[in-house]
């Protein structure tokens, strides 16, 4: 099984045991708003195209308001059984959900301001780094000084390095922990635990 149908399948069995009221790292969504996401994420590919599309937006909060009035339970095994069989999703389910499931794994384990980092294999945290690695230079691209992002036992990944900006190597920001952690803060999230040194104060997270 690939880490990305194990922590659907991890996902899907914290969201039927805490109930569809729990709070998650995701702001203004309780654990129903979260299972709703992740079901029309995957089975309504135009309406979830609003998530990107501007003028697609109001199609996306229609759909999201009628799946939203289901029962709760039929919501979440209804995304846990994987997407349609047709669906192309089904053949790209590990580029697609690898970040995504441990993301929202997390946002609902740690809905409660609990931080309890988990063990990884080190053949998942070479996966979640590939994700950090392709997501950092996107999100921190707009911060003031080059950002070195410093996961345990892997190699760092340092974005907004432009010439010039850091001339005696010096001026830069650090953030290190283990590369789950890392990924977590770079989609947002507070609720990690990371350590920071250098110009932190020069660090903007855009592009969420």
């Keep these: 099984m690939s880490f990305a149908a194990a922590e659907r399948r ?20 309780d654990t129903r708003d979260l299972a709703v996401h992740l079901l029309v994420r ?12 501007p003028p697609l937006q109001g199609r996306l909060d229609a759909v999201t308001r009628e799946v939203g009035q ?10 846990a059984a994987g997407p349609p069989r047709r669906s192309p999703v089904r053949l790209l389910d590990t580029v697609m959900n690898t970040s995504e499931h441990f993301i ?8 409660g301001g609990v931080v309890e980092p988990r063990d990884f294999s080190m053949a998942v945290q070479k996966q979640l780094h590939r994700v950090l ?12 000084v080059p950002v070195v992002l410093q996961p345990d036992g892997l190699p760092r990944v340092v974005v907004a390095d432009r ?4 001339p ?31 110009e932190i104060e020069q660090i903007e997270l ?3």
């Design 168 to 198: 005696d190597g010096e001026a830069v920001a650090r953030v290190s922990g283990p590369v789950g952690e890392l990924l977590l803060w770079a989609s947002g999230r507070d609720a990690v635990a990371v350590d920071f040194a250098g």
């Design 42 to 53: 995957e089975t309504r590919p135009l309406a979830a195209a609003g998530m990107f599309v």
């Design 104 to 111: 929202h794994h997390e946002d609902v384990r740690r809905g």
């Design 163 to 166: 010439r010039g900006v850091s």
């Design 133 to 144: 690695a392709m997501m950092a230079p996107r999100v921190l691209s707009g911060s003031g």
């Design 70 to 79: 289901r029962d709760y339970g039929g919501i979440v095994r209804e995304w």
């Design 10 to 29: 991890r996902l899907a069995d914290l969201l039927l045991e805490l109930g569809p009221d729990a709070p998650t790292l995701c702001e203004g969504w």
């Design 206 to 208: 855009s592009g969420l």
